[in-house]
């Protein structure tokens, strides 16, 4: 049973290193990272790249698609290659899953009309301009679509698919395994709960990112 998760240049690397970690220990699965051609990829920040051996075309029906985020997912969602594969993973699919910003590639591959989604704070707007129904849930299930918001969402997700898949209790194994038992020295994980320094902090941070620069606080 594969599960995909498609790479492109800029994503986020916990948008896809968090749903495989989960999704790794799943028995009898396999997670396979695919882009456009083989070779290696780049996160958004340009710090870390993962060698990928298989292209898209050559694991086009998996039983799972994760699709991660990142600055990158705004080209993707103009990007012929990668959409065409999208919708033809979903034909076949038991699960698409999208992780902050991919749920901006489901949209633009027409996977979200009138469904609920949600994506990373910042990005709702960009996510209703695809038809979707943006909500500020951490995961959201539409059927067998299921989106997460931003980057450690993404873990929560995979989560969730796991316990769908195999059970509570494999999910809870999994979980444990990880050590998966947040507790962050601060309560400003959300824009509703964050102080207003913070979230000014953070955009100028995610801008910098976007254009390349170097980051300066």
């Known amino acids: 049973m594969d599960i995909a998760i498609p790479l492109f240049d800029r994503f986020t690397a916990l948008d896809a290193i968090g749903p495989y970690e989960v999704l790794s220990r799943l028995p009898g699965y396999r997670v396979t990272f695919v882009a456009e051609r083989p070779g290696p990829v780049a996160t958004d920040n340009r710090m870390l790249r993962i060698a990928v051996d298989t292209a898209l075309g050559d694991l086009p029906r998996p039983e799972i698609v994760v699709v991660p985020g990142g600055i990158g997912s705004r080209a993707m969602m103009r990007d012929d290659a990668l959409i ?49 129904k943006p909500t500020s849930q951490r995961v959201v299930e539409q059927g067998k679509i299921i989106t997460a918001a931003g980057v450690s969402a993404g873990i929560d997700m995979a989560l969730t698919l796991a316990a769908r898949i195999a059970g509570d209790a494999v999910a809870q194994a999994i979980q444990l395994g990880i050590e998966y038992d947040p507790q962050p020295p601060f309560d400003a994980g959300s824009p509703d709960k964050a102080p207003q320094v913070a979230i000014d902090l953070s955009r100028r941070v995610e801008r910098a990112v976007d254009e390349g620069e170097p980051v300066k606080l």
């Open 84 to 132: 065409d594969w999208v919708r033809t993973a979903h034909q076949t699919s038991q699960w698409t899953c999208s992780v902050c910003t991919g749920s901006l590639v489901l949209g633009a591959a027409g996977l979200l009309d009138g469904l609920e989604a949600t994506t990373h704070w910042a990005a709702m707007e960009t996510l209703a301009s695809t038809g979707a």
